[in-house]
């Protein structure tokens, strides 16, 4: 019986955070995770007509023991599963069984009015009307640019179109036809099932897979070519590569890329360098972002100079869903504007509500109290992180953005991080819409929660789960420009005229401006000495680097080995450049090759015994080096100095974090010890610390032992 109790309970839950992660992360569940998520998966696929043989039956008003979500899995194994409910007598199926011919004769009425005259095929039917998002991809400009691509390269043969859905009309892929994203530049759409995944595209990093929403923040943060930027919460990567990417390969500009987990900074490199990013960008790895110090003298040619800042911090990932999940829709909840429903018709209503939905489960969601600690625990760091990105001395812009759609996490994070004295005092505020790069998407903050301030509101962006094309989101930017601020309309969020008064007062008792402890740490650099506009970023006249072997000397333009597309025979430079024939080099614009794949080339040349060892030796390297940032967590807990209630976040509290670490360690320390590891060993480690700009090198000379300073 558990499992109906269970799967109703995951339906519930469905829109904060998607199907899958609510059964596999739901440690009370006691069916298996499989079944759970098949039944629940099928059930919502068939909603729509169950939720109708719920109204016109009545069965709620009869049973009062039965939720609606309870009723949705239990009508549907009894109406549509061949085996029926799966449990012997029990209270829910006889709640179900004394109402059997009702309910039969209403939904075969159900089934006949869509005229399916049989289950089979209305089985068939509803597969093909499951909601869907397309498969969004963003070109990397390091890698290759729009023109080429989309005029020159392999998707100038797709056929463009103007709506999302018509790349999948009527549940069908068109694998043929690409969409234009009109919101973020250098983004595409394909249909869901569109056969990109191996793509040598794919592969080469010319193309990454990246949600629409998730574009948003770097393309707002609209860094210009040159500037100093930072990822405060980099891995896995997704923004700093798409940061990389709008600086384009000529920048002289630098990304700092913060990730306060070790091991998620592995992951971090590996994206960077996969995107060729890696000139660009300089990974912080397992530095806490909170920690960072602009203003420290070493910084000379750092963090001080950074103008652009983007945060996209842990949060409850409540608007993550995914391509081939369902929505759970409750009876009588609004639809919104501009969707489509499962029947396929699409409404055109005036349900204008900015997230009205969302909104209101998101309350009911709260009251629940199931996520509630968390949430408000998450919502206290996220403020603390704007905080100390609003310090940094020459910063004029700051992205904060979440993958969740509580308003305890947008919203009101805006509005507090609006209302700290740092904000205050350095006139942040955030950007108007007018101002914005993203002005025409309808979906803004929620009213409400904005304490009523429509300038706030408006100035907030929300992507909805589904009917916004992916995953829920939220966005907003923090500006402070003088010249910007002047062009606001009505005054901001904050009282400024309060600031400037309890500044004036406070410059009375002290003497002075009352400004000196926060110019101090700006250096001087006042907002008048920052540029007006951005510098406008010249298109790319760059040839690809791809290269199907080892990189020749300078060129960036490689021969093609064996052309296998009309398309990449022609020899094309990139930019529109004319083709360059007489070179020794040339390059395939389909990227129709990997790197790896190299047809009749010379054979792949055999190691020599040291150059194995060597290889043996790094893979070592990289189990020690993933280990020790675990060791030295585990020596600052026994010393007393964990700060546990800065450390908690998504991922747990430090308690549980570390356990689990522990349980890593012991199992590591007996697979290394087996090995007998040459460079070092678990004991040589247990009290060491190590220099973390040897990241990059993992060079273990440098090693520290005992309790030396951090
Ligand atoms: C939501 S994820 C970031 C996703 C990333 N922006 C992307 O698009 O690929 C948040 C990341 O921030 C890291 N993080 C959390 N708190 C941090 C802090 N104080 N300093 C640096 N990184 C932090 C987490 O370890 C996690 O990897």
Redesign the pocket.
Known sequence: MSLYLESSRIIARANFGGLRAAVYSDRSIKSKPEQLYALCVETLKHQEILNEVIEKSQILKVEKKLTHPLALVLLHDFLISKNGIATSNGPLKSSILRNRARLSAEFTRARLKRGYATKAALLRGSRSKTPRFPRWVRINNLRANYDLLMNKGVFSEFTPVDNLEDLYPNGGDLPNKVYVDPYVSDLLAFAPAAPLMKHPLKKTGAIVFQDRA?CVPAQLLDPPRDAYVV??????????THLASLLGPDSRGKIFA????YR?AFTLKETVEAAGAQDLVEIRPA????RSAPWNPDEENGLNKVTHILL????TGSGIVERDEYKFVPPGEPRERGSKGLDGSFYKGLNTLPSAVEYDDSRVWRQRGTVEDRTFSLADFQVR?IEHAMRFPSATRITYST?SIHAQENERVVMAALNTSVARRRGWVTEPRHLNKMRDWFRRGILEECEGNEQVADSCIRFNPWVDGGIGFFVAVFIRNEQERARLPNAPAIKWGLAEKARQKRAAIVGGSGEEVEEEEWKGISDSDLPAEPCPRKPSMAPIRYYTSAPPADTGVVEAPSPVSQLSRKILTAGGIEPDTGSKFSYDPNFSKGPKIIRGGPKPKKLTGREKQRLKQQAREKELALIRPIKMRQRTVRLGTAEEDEEE?I?GSWAEVFKDDLEYVSKKAKSIKKRNASVGNLDRLKDATMPLEDFDKRDFSRLRLGHGGD
């Open positions: 998730s990822d405060a919460t980099a891995a896995p990567g997704n923004k700093t913060f990730e306060r987990d998620r530095q806490d972002f909170l996209d911090p842990s949060c992180m993958c976040d991922y």
